[in-house]
């Protein structure tokens, strides 16, 4: 990979990109701590050597679940402390998170790893019903007009009344 090449890739991407590696070379762990990921970095060697900022990106700045500080990207997902997966479709998020990219764009990574980002779409995250698809949550709110004039808890209070 030319200097220039590897000068190119952002971290955030160098971070999904040894993730997803992880995760496809070790298809039965369902996460990998972060110090995995930083280490898969160095021995991946993207840039030519690990970059400081590989290890921040893995624990705050790409993941989706925790607050953005400053980086909004919603490429990993906290599973426990110190563990990460790649984000999926439908997993939680900050919604000050909404909108950033889950992976990067295949233009923006070199052409030796583009077949991860077919792997990821097809087998790791395939499209398919999101929140907002869901029959179940698109429920929400929708009973909200039958005790708009009073507080939820005496709503419930009125209907138990002469129960037993």
């Not at 999904?16 to 060697?45: C, G, M, N």
């Not at 077919?118 to 698809?133: F, I, L, M, T, V």
Request: glycine letters at 6%; hydrophobic letters at 30%.
């Amino acid at each position: 990979m030319s200097t220039r090449t590897a000068q190119l890739i952002r971290v955030a991407d160098e971070v999904w990109i040894v993730t997803a590696l992880l995760h496809r070379d070790h298809p039965q762990k369902t996460d990998f701590t972060v110090q995995e990921i930083v280490e898969r970095a160095k021995d991946e060697s993207l840039t030519g050597k690990l970059r400081p900022g590989v290890y921040v990106h893995a624990v705050q700045h790409c993941v989706a679940n925790r607050p953005p500080n400053p980086g909004r990207y919603r490429m990993l997902f906290e599973t426990r402390k110190d563990h990460r997966r790649l984000f999926r479709r439908g997993d939680s998020y900050d919604p000050r998170r909404e909108g950033s990219k889950t992976a990067p764009d295949r233009a923006d990574i070199p052409a030796e790893y583009a077949s991860l980002l077919d792997w990821y779409e097809r087998e790791y995250a395939p499209k398919g019903r999101s929140r907002e698809d869901d029959p179940l949550l698109a429920l929400r709110g929708s009973g909200g007009k039958i005790w708009a004039d009073e507080h939820a808890d005496e709503y419930v209070r009125r209907l138990r009344e002469g129960w037993e």
